[in-house]
């Protein structure tokens, strides 16, 4: 959120969005150390990410200020889905899980089996397992 008044970082995504940004190898872009996290542990990349951007979550996990000025940008939905769920899981109280119920219609032949349209995400869409924890709003 802090880069959003940013604008040397606006003109950064535009370069990179337009192909005028310099590569250095197999068409990666060379980040800023200030773009970078570093991860001093032990812990998972993901897990070093998670703690950067919601530190101290077990003590602000119920304060809305707090919440809304953080946000984790990723390129794919599986991403955020792996990311959402590992944060989730970092929330002080427990989880429920919900399950979807998929079926297509008009689907006599059955060629769109249930498992399949379980690993399907579309965007605006929850996937098939939703891990929700009571404080997520």
């Known amino acids: 959120?802090?880069?959003?008044?940013?604008?040397?970082?606006?003109?950064?995504?535009l370069r990179i969005g337009n192909g005028e940004e310099p590569i250095i190898k197999d068409d990666l872009v060379l980040l800023s150390k200030r773009s970078v996290i570093e991860n001093k542990s032990n812990?998972?990349?993901?897990?070093?990410?998670?703690?950067?951007?919601?530190?101290?979550?077990d003590k602000n996990a119920t304060c809305v200020k707090y919440m809304t000025e953080r946000a984790?940008?990723?390129?794919?939905?599986?991403?955020?889905?792996?990311?959402?769920?590992?944060?989730?899981?970092?929330?002080?109280?427990?989880?429920?899980?919900?399950?979807?119920?998929?079926?297509?219609?008009?689907d006599t032949n059955n060629y769109y089996q249930e498992y399949y349209l379980n690993t399907l995400t579309p965007n605006g869409v929850p996937p098939h397992r939703y891990d929700f924890d009571y404080l997520v709003i």
Do not use: V, W
């Open 72 to 106: 984790i940008l990723a390129s794919r939905n599986e991403y955020f889905d792996q990311l959402n769920e590992m944060l989730i899981f970092k929330f002080p109280d427990e989880s429920r899980m919900f399950l979807s119920f998929d079926s297509a219609e008009d």
């Open 1 to 13: 959120m802090r880069e959003r008044i940013n604008p040397s970082f606006s003109e950064f995504l």
């Open 43 to 57: 812990s998972t990349s993901e897990d070093a990410l998670l703690d950067q951007i919601f530190p101290s979550l």
